[in-house]
């Protein structure tokens, strides 16, 4: 995996409609599932709010072909992007953003890999990409549960964007 700072993004296009399926995981709470994303480049928004709430990625999550690029955009200040090294494949490389800055990350071992703005993990500022097969998901999700103590807001955030894979 090649990560690399860029400035400025550039002319990507951001796909806006994405093809959901919904599924219903419990009596009370329907998950939309993601579909894969179009195209080799895609963008994550670093946002303040959005649809999603607060301290938010958009999309915050995001299902890639194994070599995709994604270009993490700091739409809003005091923000980055970086790996939760207990979230990602085994023999990922991990990526860590510089504040208010873009960054660029190249995905090339399949997986779930789970990444936060550091300055905004304790509101669960966290953001889901599976890459391929999500083959280490059993593990993403025994992770998350014992990271969730670390946030103070949005306690269930991380556990609803892990349901959408």
């Known amino acids: 995996m090649v990560a690399e700072r860029i400035a400025p993004v550039g002319s990507i296009v951001k796909v806006e409609d994405l093809v959901q399926e919904k599924s219903l995981i419990s009596p009370a709470i329907i998950v939309?599932?993601?579909?894969?994303?179009?195209?080799?480049?895609?963008?994550?928004?670093?946002l303040n709010a959005g649809d999603g709430g607060n301290m938010i990625f958009d999309p915050a999550v995001i299902k890639v072909s194994k070599g995709d690029?994604?270009?993490?955009?700091?739409?809003?200040?005091?923000h980055n992007s970086a790996t939760i090294n207990s979230m990602i494949p085994s023999g990922?490389?991990?990526?860590?953003?510089?504040?208010?800055?873009?960054i660029s990350v190249t995905?090339?071992?399949?997986?779930?890999?789970?990444?936060?703005?550091?300055?905004?993990?304790?509101?669960?500022?966290v953001g889901v990409i599976q890459v391929g097969e999500a083959v280490n998901i059993s593990e993403v999700k025994?992770?998350?549960?014992?990271?969730?103590s670390n946030f103070m807001l949005n306690n269930d955030r991380l556990e609803g964007y892990l349901a959408q894979l």
């Not at 690029?69 to 005091?78: E, G, N």
Request: proline share 2%.
């Open 142 to 148: 025994i992770a998350a549960e014992a990271y969730r």
């Open 92 to 102: 990922a490389e991990s990526w860590t953003g510089l504040m208010n800055q873009d």
């Open 69 to 78: 690029i994604i270009h993490f955009r700091a739409v809003d200040m005091s």
């Open 107 to 125: 995905l090339d071992v399949e997986g779930v890999y789970v990444y936060q703005c550091d300055p905004h993990a304790m509101m669960a500022m």
């Open 32 to 46: 939309e599932k993601v579909a894969l994303s179009q195209g080799n480049e895609h963008i994550v928004e670093m």
